[in-house]
């Protein structure tokens, strides 16, 4: 069964530096989505992307976060410079229909888990 | 604003105990619902889902039915396995641009 998956599965930083989760989506999926997750918290929204654009971003997407499909199959998070709160499993997910749908499934990825020193 | 409220975990059963999850929402529009479920080491599965009123979404032996007078959307399994053992997730969207509201996750664990 197609798959959603996700690198690296773990990943330490420090404060301040830069970091690209990447992602690889079922193939035939055109709609994508990241959501993180703070220990203890809830899952949250941070970004839908589709045809090369965001199509949507949440309060927590602000300009220290950037995502982009350098290829056909990668899609990517990028946090510029990070904090101490961006500590979280950050999860990638895609869908072959575009949310508006009924039929729209979400197919998620296992989580990258960051941590910032 | 739109949220997701699901009872507070973790819950603990014994093998072939009947399972209850509550799970409440709200929205400002006509959401769909779903479970999604997270096992160990894994990531969020879709287990069922629900579009519209009095609905059920079944999968696996899990049930929830979409109450909107209730506005509560609770999952149900008659007899719980060890293999159950996961952690749950209620979720709603409006059906826009895709955007998922996930409750807080109630951890299951089943005893043999």
């Known amino acids: 069964e197609p798959e959603v998956t996700q690198t690296p599965s773990h990943q330490v930083t420090q404060m301040g530096q830069e970091v690209i989760l990447r992602c690889v989506p079922i193939?035939?999926?055109?709609?994508f989505y990241w959501y993180r997750q703070i220990l203890g918290q809830k899952v949250e929204f941070l970004v839908s992307?589709?045809?090369?654009?965001?199509?949507?971003k949440s309060e927590i997407f602000d300009d220290q976060f950037s995502v982009e499909r350098p290829d056909g199959s990668n899609f990517t998070l990028k946090i510029r410079s990070t904090k101490l709160e961006d500590s979280a499993m950050y999860f990638c997910?895609?869908?072959?229909?575009?949310?508006?749908?009924?039929?729209?499934?979400?197919?998620f990825g296992p989580g990258t888990r960051l941590l910032v020193l | 604003g739109d949220s997701v409220t699901q009872m507070e975990g973790p819950v603990t059963l014994s093998e072939e105990a009947f399972l209850t999850i509550n799970c409440t929402y709200t929205?400002?529009?006509?959401?769909?619902l779903f479970w999604y479920v997270q096992y160990p080491g894994e990531g969020l599965q879709l287990l069922l889902k629900?579009?519209?009123?009095?609905d059920k979404g079944s999968n696996k032996g899990f049930e929830a039915t979409y109450r909107k007078e209730t506005t509560s959307f609770h999952l149900e399994k008659g007899s719980v396995q060890v293999s159950d053992s996961a952690v749950y997730f209620c979720?709603?969207?409006?059906?826009?641009?895709?955007?998922?509201?996930f409750g807080q996750g109630t951890e299951l664990s089943v005893k043999p």
């Open positions: 193939s035939n999926h055109l709609y």
């Open positions: 929205a400002t529009g006509y959401p769909s």
């Open positions: 629900a579009t519209k009123a009095d």
């Open positions: 979720a709603l969207t409006l059906n826009q641009g895709g955007k998922l509201i």
């Open positions: 997910a895609s869908s072959d229909v575009p949310g508006w749908v009924l039929e729209e499934t979400q197919y």
């Open positions: 992307f589709y045809n090369n654009e965001i199509s949507e």
